[in-house]
Each structure stands twice: as C-alpha cells, then as structure tokens.
C-alpha cells in the first residue's frame, strides 16, 4: 500500500461522516474515469495492451490503495479454478455446475470470515467476488453451450456462447476490469470481447450508415463524455445524499433506546428514511460505476435505427425512479440490482430446469438459494427474503382480484379513480418495503426483531391478514363481484401473452354474432406480477409454488408405484413440516 494513503481520506471521512475505506472506495470510483479515458484511447489494434493497461490499474486499486494482498490472492484462487474447470472438464454436462459450486463454496469461506470479523463498514474482498461469481459462472456456462448444438440453445445461449476457451491475458482483462472490479456492474465475457475486438460498435443492416455515431480520429467507439459525466454527477449527488442522512439515519437508530421515544407514525417515517439513506449509497456507487463503464465503452449497446442516438444502458444496474415510485413489489425488485436478477434468471433458475420443460418450484427453490448464500449469511438477510416472498404472494392476489374493479371492464383502460389506487400502491409498497429492507441492513437476529417489534409488525401483521382474507371465503366473493361487473359490461376477461393461434380463434368466435367481448390482459410492466419467474430470487408465488411442489411429490410416488393412501401419509407429513 502507498504510505500514508489513508490519512487525506480518514481525515476527510471524519468532516463528512462517512469511513474512510468507504470514502477511499468512492475515490477510486472517480479515478477510474480518466483512467477508462486513457483506456478508451489505447489504439484498438492491440488489444492486449489494453488488458495489461487494465490489469495494472486493478493491482494498483487492491494493493496501492486497499493493500489487500488477500483479495488478490482471493481473485487468483477463484478466476485460476474457474478457467482449469472450463479447460479440463469442457466435454462434462456437470462442469458448469462444478464450476458455479467452486465459486459459491469460495465466496462463501470469504462470507463466513467478513462476518466473523464483524465490521461492516470497512472495504474488503468479498463485494468483487460477488461480482466474480456472478461472471465466472457464467463463464463455464458460455463454455458449456460452446459444446452444444445450435437445436439445444436459446437465442441468448448461441449469443453468449463460447465455442474456443479465450487467451490467458483476455480473460484476466475480463476478470480484472477496473471499472466494476469492485461494485460491478457484472457481464458475460463475449461483451468484454467484442469490447476488446470492437465488433461491439459494428452498426447492424438495420441502421443507416448515415446514421453512424460519432467518433474521434480512428477509434470506432463513439463518444462517450456526455452521458459518462452524466452518470458521475448524478452518482455523486446519491454519495452527497447518503453523507448528509447517514449522521441522523443509519441503521442501529431503529434499535437505540432513544427511539421509543418517539409515536408510531414517527418510527415508521425514520424507519422509511434509513432505507431511502441506504437506497442513495447503493444508487451512487452502481451509477458511478456504471458511468466508467460508459466511458470506456462497455457500456455500448446499439443504435436506435430512427433516429441513429446511441444507447449506453447496456450495463444499467438500478433504476432509481423505478423502485422509489413503484407501485408493487415485482417492480421495486425488478428495477433494483438489475445485473443480479439478469444473472440469477439465465444462469440459475434456467438452467436448473431440465430442456423442454417449463421452470417450476425446484427452480424457483434454487434460484431462491443462490441468491440468499450469494448475498451472505447474516440472518438478517433470511428474514428479509421470507418476508418478501410472502409479500410477492400478496400482491398478485390484490393486483388479479382488486386493481380489476379499477379498469375499464371493456378496453381495460384506467378509470379516473385509478390514480386513487395507484397513489395508494406506491405508498404501501414504500412503507412495507422499508419495513422488509431493516433487517437487510441491521444484519442480526435480534436486532432485526427488536427494530420490527418497535413499529409494531406491521408488515408481518398485514401480510397474515391479507394472506387470511385471500384464504377466506372473501376471495370468491370478490371473483364473483369482477364477474358480475364484467358480465353487465358484456365483457370476459382472458389473460394471454397475445399472438397465439387460440387467440385468433376468439378472436373468429367473437366476429359472430351473441358472442361477448373478450378483453384481454396482455402480460406488461402494467400486469408483471402475474409472471412466476423469482426477482432477486424473490418467489412471486408461494402458494402455487408450494402446490406444485406437492403435486410434483406425488408425481413421483405414483411413478414409483406407490399406493394412494400411502401417498396421502407421505404428502401430510411433507406439508406438516413445511408449515
């Protein structure tokens, strides 16, 4: 490490409020933008001496800056495994997953020793090893398709494929790319290539050649300052934010004795203003990291035809707007950690289902698991996941049997009323987030039911009644009220991703005469919690998931032959225990 490195920044985290590893994290974050300036100027004929450029500048940040010999030794360890597993188990089915099972165990021991040293704040390996999971999984299982035929492969597996293992000096750039060394944003090794080669900037049939963005001199990566230092500002406005709150909203308040002195509407807007203090650490650093990205050129993704403006969201991670107004709980999980679900979505919940077959509760079982363990283990988080899962289960039942009552039963248009029920959305999905989120940050057992208990469960209270009115008879009564709403209109409703030949057939039977109209919900960003596919590893079903579980069960003791009365034992004990 440079001497005396850490006094400016100690110094200047005592003024501001905010550690000095943190603090010294940040400026990394800042110096890593005329640093992805230099190496966006680095001729593009010689790509290797952009991944030597690259990896001096990451040893420089883990040992200059953080001194951390072990997290280099860590990088090593995961990133050497990970490329012997792809090479000498290439032609096994069972690579990717010893691959991901190396990864997972590893970061795990590194999980296990950050939280037996017990100090949150301070800056270690463990963050860019998550995000070295996330890519040298995938890793293995680009390789893996490489090896398969193009009938086997969806469109996104023969994108992402692999079919020659990359040079030693390609793949330690890929493993070492100091934009998102620490914080991410992850990708999959045939963007960094393009990156590298600069196919990524090739313009497609589509696009006018007129409509080619501009570059300087001979590079072929357009420019990139403008939305760059877009993304900078904005980041360093989230860090000012998180510097200014954090002195009055961190997490230990919710569990200090000077809390209670406070009513219950006051602990739950302190309680929301810890997760929203939280929130803007989080939104700075991804958007910091995401704007050296950009800068570089990573972060290039295509040309709009039209009007030939060039996207830079190709490695977008948040989406700030999308969680602090989001109305139920799939978009506020959907527009946070965007990378993550992309990962756990194609390298987890995928891939675990076997080919034909649609993803089912196994799936959503693994996908659940993966991104519990990849996150730590810190009970806090466990309570958190349990919570959510349940509280995604909620909403689809309010979303299917409520927000109808608010539409339109013809076009399915908002009625006027609706912006009624869209205010009251956001604010219930805010209060009931903030709730779910304390345990995530307050890390313990204890103090995360203490924090709970102080505003009294709320969430957990009106999770239970929801989850008993949905069981009660009061649910058929009000599929019975939108059916009678529906029926007066003239109206059926139908729930189809649209296109379908069965959708054409209504759509003949509707054309003759007597027959309702259908209206039908196509699946949108309006109507997503109706998808099952976990977020975050969140179920968005428990119920269904839970029956299918059970179905699945007896599915295999019937092909087992088993008896249906001794199937009715085995299945009442299996229930019994999950309750």
Same mark, same amino acid.
């Given at each position: 490490?440079?001497?005396?490195?850490?006094?400016?920044?100690?110094?200047?985290?005592?003024?501001?409020?905010?550690?000095? %590893?943190?603090?010294?994290?940040?400026?990394?974050?800042?110096?890593?933008?005329?640093?992805?300036?230099?190496?966006?100027?680095?001729?593009?004929?010689?790509?290797?001496?952009?991944?030597?450029?690259?990896?001096?500048?990451?040893?420089?940040?883990?040992?200059?800056?953080?001194?951390?010999?072990?997290?280099?030794?860590?990088?090593?360890?995961?990133?050497?495994?990970?490329?012997?597993?792809?090479?000498?188990?290439?032609?096994?089915?069972?690579?990717?997953?010893?691959?991901?099972?190396?990864?997972?165990?590893?970061?795990?021991?590194?999980?296990?020793?950050?939280?037996?040293?017990?100090?949150?704040?301070?800056?270690?390996?463990?963050?860019?090893?998550?995000?070295?999971?996330?890519?040298?999984?995938?890793?293995?299982?680009?390789?893996? %398709?490489?090896?398969?035929?193009?009938?086997?492969?969806?469109?996104?597996?023969?994108?992402?494929?692999?079919?020659?293992?990359?040079?030693?000096?390609?793949?330690?750039?890929?493993?070492?790319?100091?934009?998102?060394?620490?914080?991410?944003?992850?990708?999959?090794?045939?963007?960094?290539?393009?990156?590298?080669?600069?196919?990524?900037?090739?313009?497609?049939?589509? /696009?006018?050649?007129?409509?080619?963005?501009?570059?300087?001199?001979?590079?072929?990566?357009?420019?990139?300052?403008?939305?760059?230092?877009? &993304?900078?500002?904005?980041?360093?406005?989230?860090?000012?934010?998180?510097?200014?709150?954090?002195?009055?909203?961190?997490?230990?308040?919710?569990?200090?004795?000077?809390?209670?002195?406070?009513?219950?509407?006051?602990?739950?807007?302190?309680?929301?203003?810890?997760?929203?203090?939280?929130?803007?650490?989080?939104?700075?650093?991804?958007?910091?990291?995401?704007?050296?990205?950009?800068?570089?050129?990573?972060?290039?993704?295509?040309?709009?035809?039209?009007?030939?403006?060039?996207?830079?969201?190709?490695?977008?991670?948040?989406?700030?707007?999308?969680?602090?107004?989001?109305?139920?709980?799939?978009?506020?999980?959907?527009?946070?950690?965007?990378?993550?679900?992309?990962?756990? $979505?194609?390298?987890?919940?995928?891939?675990?289902?076997? $080919?034909? @077959?649609?993803?089912?509760?196994?799936?959503?079982?693994?996908?659940?698991?993966?991104?519990?363990?990849?996150?730590?283990?810190?009970?806090?988080?466990?309570?958190?996941?349990?919570?959510?899962?349940?509280?995604?289960?909620?909403?689809?039942?309010? $979303?299917?049997?409520?927000?109808?009552?608010?539409?339109?039963? @013809?076009?399915?248009?908002?009625?006027?009323?609706?912006?009624?029920?869209?205010?009251?959305?956001? /604010?219930?999905?805010?209060?009931?987030?903030?709730?779910?989120?304390?345990?995530?940050?307050?890390?313990?057992?204890?103090?995360?039911?203490?924090?709970?208990?102080?505003?009294?469960?709320?969430?957990?209270?009106?999770?239970?009644?929801?989850?008993?009115?949905?069981?009660?008879?009061?649910? &058929?009564?009000?599929? &019975?009220?939108?059916?009678?709403?529906?029926?007066?209109?003239?109206?059926?409703?139908?729930?189809?991703?649209? =296109?379908?030949?069965?959708?054409?057939?209504?759509? &003949?039977?509707? @054309? @003759? =005469?007597?027959?309702?109209?259908?209206?039908?919900?196509?699946?949108?960003?309006?109507?997503?919690?109706?998808?099952?596919?976990?977020?975050?590893?969140?179920?968005?079903?428990?119920?269904?998931?839970?029956?299918?579980?059970?179905?699945?069960?007896?599915?295999?003791?019937?092909? $087992?032959?088993?008896?249906?009365?001794?199937?009715?034992?085995?299945?009442?004990?299996?229930?019994?225990?999950?309750?």
């Amino acid at each position: 490490m440079i001497p005396y490195i850490n006094v400016p920044f100690d110094w200047v985290g005592s003024k501001i409020g905010i550690g000095g %590893d943190e603090l010294k994290l940040v400026f990394s974050f800042l110096l890593s933008y005329p640093l992805a300036g230099i190496l966006k100027r680095v001729p593009d004929a010689k790509p290797e001496q952009k991944n030597l450029f690259i990896l001096s500048i990451s040893i420089f940040y883990l040992v200059g800056l953080f001194d951390l010999w072990d997290g280099v030794r860590t990088v090593l360890i995961s990133s050497i495994g990970a490329y012997a597993i792809a090479k000498y188990l290439r032609g096994s089915p069972y690579m990717p997953w010893i691959g991901f099972v190396f990864l997972m165990g590893h970061m795990s021991i590194n999980h296990i020793a950050r939280q037996a040293l017990n100090d949150p704040s301070s800056v270690d390996i463990t963050g860019a090893q998550m995000v070295m999971v996330m890519k040298l999984s995938a890793f293995c299982w680009n390789v893996a %398709d490489g090896t398969l035929p193009d009938e086997e492969l969806s469109d996104f597996q023969k994108d992402r494929r692999l079919k020659e293992l990359p040079s030693l000096l390609d793949y330690a750039g890929y493993v070492f790319f100091f934009p998102s060394l620490f914080a991410g944003p992850a990708f999959d090794f045939v963007e960094y290539r393009r990156w590298l080669d600069t196919t990524m900037f090739d313009l497609p049939p589509t /696009v006018d050649p007129t409509k080619k963005p501009p570059t300087r001199r001979k590079r072929r990566i357009p420019r990139s300052g403008t939305p760059a230092m877009f &993304k900078m500002v904005t980041g360093l406005i989230y860090i000012l934010l998180f510097a200014k709150l954090s002195g009055s909203f961190y997490p230990n308040v919710l569990i200090e004795p000077e809390f209670l002195q406070y009513g219950f509407l006051r602990r739950v807007f302190i309680l929301h203003m810890v997760g929203l203090t939280a929130r803007f650490k989080y939104y700075g650093v991804w958007t910091l990291t995401e704007g050296a990205c950009i800068l570089s050129g990573l972060g290039f993704n295509g040309v709009d035809p039209a009007t030939g403006k060039v996207k830079w969201d190709r490695l977008v991670n948040i989406n700030p707007m999308g969680v602090e107004l989001a109305q139920n709980t799939r978009a506020y999980l959907g527009n946070w950690n965007i990378n993550t679900s992309n990962w756990l $979505r194609n390298y987890v919940y995928l891939r675990v289902t076997p $080919r034909g @077959k649609k993803p089912g509760f196994r799936a959503s079982l693994a996908t659940f698991t993966t991104s519990a363990f990849w996150h730590g283990f810190y009970p806090g988080y466990y309570l958190s996941f349990v919570l959510a899962s349940f509280i995604q289960t909620i909403a689809k039942n309010f $979303r299917r049997n409520l927000r109808p009552f608010f539409l339109d039963p @013809k076009t399915q248009t908002p009625l006027p009323n609706k912006k009624y029920y869209d205010i009251f959305s956001m /604010v219930i999905t805010q209060l009931t987030f903030s709730f779910v989120a304390a345990p995530f940050l307050i890390l313990s057992f204890s103090g995360s039911l203490l924090a709970w208990s102080r505003v009294y469960f709320y969430a957990v209270i009106g999770t239970a009644a929801s989850m008993a009115f949905f069981a009660s008879p009061a649910k &058929k009564k009000l599929r &019975k009220m939108l059916e009678a709403r529906l029926a007066k209109a003239g109206a059926v409703v139908t729930v189809s991703g649209g =296109g379908g030949a069965a959708d054409k057939d209504k759509d &003949k039977d509707n @054309k @003759k =005469g007597g027959a309702p109209k259908v209206v039908e919900i196509r699946r949108s960003g309006s109507t997503d919690s109706l998808q099952t596919m976990p977020v975050l590893g969140v179920s968005q079903d428990l119920e269904a998931e839970l029956d299918e579980a059970i179905g699945e069960i007896r599915s295999e003791m019937e092909a $087992r032959g088993l008896g249906k009365e001794k199937i009715k034992v085995v299945l009442e004990g299996k229930v019994k225990k999950v309750v």
